[in-house]
């Protein structure tokens, strides 16, 4: 027989408890729904369906549909999916900078974040400046 799983759990009262996995739940009944969400959300990418091509092929058909659902619509209504649109970017665009820093932190290239982005490799350095790991000279990760 195994032995159970024990977790850390902070109560509403703000103390924290060692507990095993199973009695988290009545420690903290708050935390349950959470603490399940994040066990869903895992199994799900652990599932060889799940995959980021999928979830960005996703992304890509709504934003598709929305702008073709926008024509059917009022102005007052195309107006607000207009400003929902315009956040998305806004949260669009905080995950490519955090790719981008991401990957040159692990020592590409600023030329290939340039590719990948669209721009010269000296707007990625001015974009990104002091993100790469990489010291000035150094060859990029794929060259080595």
């Given at each position: 027989?195994?032995?159970?799983?024990?977790?850390?759990?902070?109560?509403?009262?703000?103390?924290?408890?060692?507990?095993?996995?199973?009695?988290?739940?009545?420690?903290?009944?708050?935390?349950?729904?959470?603490?399940?969400?994040?066990?869903?959300?895992?199994?799900?990418?652990?599932?060889?369906s799940?995959?980021?091509?999928?979830?960005?092929?996703?992304a890509e058909?709504?934003?598709?549909?929305?702008?073709?659902?926008?024509?059917?619509?009022?102005?007052?209504?195309?107006?607000?999916?207009?400003?929902r649109?315009?956040?998305?970017?806004?949260?669009?665009?905080?995950?490519?900078?955090?790719?981008?820093?991401?990957?040159?932190?692990?020592?590409?290239?600023?030329?290939?974040?340039?590719?990948?982005l669209?721009i010269?490799?000296?707007?990625?350095?001015?974009?990104?400046?002091?993100?790469?790991?990489?010291?000035?000279g150094?060859?990029?990760?794929?060259?080595?």
């Amino acid at each position: 027989m195994s032995k159970p799983q024990t977790v850390t759990v902070t109560s509403s009262d703000g103390r924290s408890h060692r507990v095993s996995s199973a009695d988290a739940d009545l420690v903290d009944p708050a935390g349950a729904e959470e603490r399940r969400a994040a066990e869903r959300r895992a199994a799900q990418r652990a599932r060889s369906s799940w995959s980021l091509d999928n979830t960005l092929g996703a992304a890509e058909r709504f934003v598709r549909s929305t702008a073709g659902h926008c024509q059917d619509g009022t102005a007052e209504a195309g107006e607000e999916e207009l400003a929902r649109l315009v956040a998305m970017r806004a949260e669009l665009d905080a995950g490519i900078d955090a790719v981008a820093t991401r990957l040159l932190g692990w020592g590409s290239s600023y030329r290939e974040i340039g590719e990948a982005l669209g721009i010269t490799r000296q707007a990625a350095q001015s974009r990104y400046p002091r993100a790469s790991a990489r010291k000035p000279g150094a060859q990029p990760v794929g060259l080595r």
